[in-house]
């Protein structure tokens, strides 16, 4: 399963660490993903998804009703 969020679409960025000699060498941000489990009361059942931090802060904002409806538009199995 790849690191990115399955509502935002965040992936891990890439760029240099630099040393306190400036030294650059390669490094990458991971985006916080967590697994969560969420009633969705249209479909009388739980689904588990791979959200970060961000994701499930839009899911709090636009409701899991209408995320799961936009992720099946897009045709992501859940």
């Not at 630099?18 to 990458?28: F, K, Q």
């Not at 689904?47 to 009703?65: E, P, Y």
């Amino acid at each position: 399963m790849s690191a990115s969020c399955q509502v935002t679409g965040r992936k891990p960025g890439t760029g240099k660490r630099v040393s306190h000699s400036h030294r650059r060498t390669s490094r990458t941000w991971k985006p916080n993903l967590q697994n969560r489990r969420y009633w969705v009361p249209s479909e009388g059942r739980w689904v588990r998804l791979r959200a970060s931090a961000k994701g499930m802060k839009t899911i709090d904002k636009r409701g899991i009703d209408a995320v799961v409806a936009e992720l099946r538009a897009k045709g992501v199995r859940l």
